[in-house]
């Protein structure tokens, strides 16, 4: 989850970036994803970290479909979680004949908001390769995404890790590393892998669901319209709701 995408400007990184939503009722959604990398970024070619991120190659990206009037609602993430629905995509299975993660791009035109940890600045970027010539697809998913890594970061002037974060606000730790996980690929370990992934979007949609956040070494809590995703929907939505007026 690191780099920058050369035709976005690094200002919009601190900053919710929405496209205009509409949303009917309960038929809304919000995704949290993330995906695994087959290799290392320092093992691949490139005169830039941004292009060593860009050439890496997914295993499999993992996303996260909740609800949005339960994701609206902070502190209620258990809630949340019992009607969110998983999905998997692996990069090499391509079961429509259409690529293999169409169907996520689907969910992402879709959905209202997408959010993850550091997306940004790494998934974002690893995933454009697989867009072909979509340019202005790729580009309305990248703006309509709240990465909460970046949000606390220029709150706060650190760099968290999103383990050292679950365990502060007692969530439960991811289960292992990044660079296992591409082991597990190497070694064929794909439910392994699946899971690995899972658990960590599922552990960061609980983390973007609290309603205050604990960090290291301080006793401020950080109000949930700086790392929150039920913020940032309400956002959304008003945005959307003074577009159409």
Not at 107 to 115: G, H, R, S, V
Not at 169 to 175: E, P, Q, R, V
Not at 192 to 203: S, T
Request: aromatic share 10%; glycine share 6%; with cysteine.
């Amino acid at each position: 989850m690191r780099g920058v995408p050369s035709h976005v400007s690094p200002n919009y990184f601190g900053r919710v970036c929405v496209v205009t939503a509409f949303w009917m009722g309960d038929s809304g959604f919000v995704i949290v994803w993330d995906v695994e990398t087959q290799t290392t970024i320092d093992s691949m070619i490139g005169a830039t970290r941004g292009e060593k991120v860009a050439a890496c190659q997914v295993s499999v990206a993992c996303a996260l479909r909740i609800p949005l009037h339960l994701a609206m609602k902070a502190g209620f993430g258990e809630e949340a979680m019992e009607k969110a629905v998983h999905s998997s995509y692996w990069r090499d299975k391509d079961p429509e004949g259409t690529g293999p993660f169409e169907a996520l791009f689907r969910l992402f035109d879709e959905a209202t908001l997408i959010a993850g940890f550091n997306t940004c600045a790494f998934d974002h970027i690893v995933m454009r390769k697989y867009y072909g010539e979509q340019i202005r697809r790729y580009e309305s998913h990248v703006l309509k995404s709240f990465d909460t890594f970046s949000r606390l970061r220029d709150a706060t002037g650190k760099w968290y890790k999103l383990d050292t974060l679950l365990q502060c606000n007692s969530l439960h730790a991811k289960t292992a590393s990044g660079l296992q996980a591409i082991k597990m690929w190497e070694d064929g370990e794909r439910s392994e892998l699946e899971e690995y992934c899972k658990n960590d979007v599922a552990q960061t949609a609980r983390l973007l669901m609290q309603r205050e956040l604990r960090i290291p070494n301080s006793d401020v809590l950080i109000p949930n319209h700086v790392f929150g995703i039920a913020s940032a929907c309400r956002m959304t939505l008003s945005h959307s709701s003074s577009n159409a007026s």
